[in-house]
């Protein structure tokens, strides 16, 4: 089991920062991939940005240049740093983790992340 606790949402203007956090803890040794992930209400969950093992990072188009995900292992914690914000940022942020032995995803509660114009 793995769990994710996930910190660091809010209300923010546009053109503003904020750094989400995902504390992880558990048997995070048979974690392959890292990732954020975000949803608006009526729409699907979509990746926003993924550390892979060897760590390699993947972004959506619409975050590039914008924001960095990055893991502490010493503090096994990921970080999602967001600038330059925009309001289409403004989605529920989830914290994923991915295990390739037998697919599996672990999420966090989620932390709200509202972006005002």
């Known amino acids: 089991q793995v769990q994710l606790v996930e910190s660091g949402g809010g209300l923010v203007q546009a053109g503003g920062s904020l750094r989400l956090s995902c504390a992880a803890s558990g048997s995070i040794f048979t974690i392959d991939h890292w990732g954020w992930y975000r949803q608006v209400p009526g729409k699907q969950r979509e990746l926003v940005a993924r550390?892979?093992?060897?760590?390699?990072?993947n972004y959506a188009d619409s975050v590039k240049g914008r924001f960095t995900i990055s893991r502490d292992n010493a503090r096994n914690t990921v970080y999602l740093q967001m600038n330059n914000l925009k309001p289409e940022d403004t989605a529920v942020y989830y914290c994923?983790?991915?295990?390739?032995?037998?697919?599996?995803?672990?999420w966090g509660q989620g932390t709200q992340v509202t972006v005002s114009s």
């Open positions: 994923n983790a991915f295990r390739r032995l037998d697919l599996y995803d672990y």
């Open positions: 550390i892979i093992s060897g760590g390699s990072t």
